[in-house]
């Protein structure tokens, strides 16, 4: 069975730094691409990026290209979402999301989210 | 403002066939197969249609999807209170280098 579990909530101040995780399980971790879903408060989704873990390889959105960095460590099936200097504005829940095996598709199975808030 | 287009809700009674339009263009339906996200309240998206008009398996039959030109739709037949979920559509974007989402669509079972 193919799990995506996340880490667990985030509460933070602007401009500190903030790396989330997700463990993918049941699939071969460095055969898909994973990537990375925002839902900001009573909004739609927004794509973030992917990144392949057989070899790093990343694609970003264009609006999230220099905001976040996407990585992930093969050797123990985890993908990342980094933030060097979180705002207010990237208070949301960020899904992590299995893609294709090419990349060119939608993704077919999701994590259970993380909500990460970001406060003075 | 989303690259696809849904209207921004839906509705409905028991039993009644509803559809959820997505309208895009050349470089992401027009070029590329259109999937579609069931997210319940307070639940992660859930994949409901994938290709156009495949259904996982789990997914019940009364879920179908297709997809003309540029424009594809959902339509839920033999409508249940438990489908009363916001539904997405998205296709890869060939311009973007990127998977697109329509803004969703509200469906409010009466």
């Known amino acids: 069975e193919v799990q995506l579990v996340q880490s667990g909530v985030e509460v933070k101040k602007p401009g500190e730094s903030l790396k989330i995780s997700c463990k993918g399980s049941g699939y071969s971790f460095t055969s898909y691409w994973i990537g990375w879903v925002r839902q900001m408060p009573g909004k739609g989704l927004e794509w973030m990026g992917i990144i392949y873990p057989g070899d790093s390889n990343t694609r970003y959105s264009p609006s999230f290209q220099g905001q976040v960095t996407i990585s992930a460590d093969k050797s123990i099936s985890t993908a990342y979402l980094q933030w060097s200097s979180l705002k207010a504005s990237d208070t949301a829940i960020y899904y992590c999301?299995?893609?294709?095996?090419?990349?060119?598709?939608?993704?077919?199975?999701w994590g259970q989210g993380t909500l990460v808030t970001v406060s003075s | 403002q989303s690259v696809l287009t849904q209207p921004p809700s839906a509705s409905g009674t028991p039993g009644q066939r509803v559809t959820v339009s997505c309208s895009g263009s050349s470089s992401n339906i027009g070029s590329n197969t259109v999937n579609w996200y069931q997210q319940l309240p307070g639940t992660a998206p859930k994949l409901l249609i994938y290709?156009?008009?495949q259904r996982p398996s789990g997914v019940p039959d009364r879920f179908s999807g297709s997809k003309s030109g540029t424009s594809a739709s959902l339509a839920i037949s033999g409508l249940q209170s438990e489908d009363e979920a916001d539904y997405y559509c998205a296709a890869w974007d060939d311009s973007l280098n990127g998977l697109v989402f329509g803004g969703g669509t509200k469906l409010t079972v009466l």
């Open positions: 290709s156009n008009n």
């Open positions: 999301a299995r893609h294709s095996r090419s990349g060119y598709y939608g993704p077919d199975y």
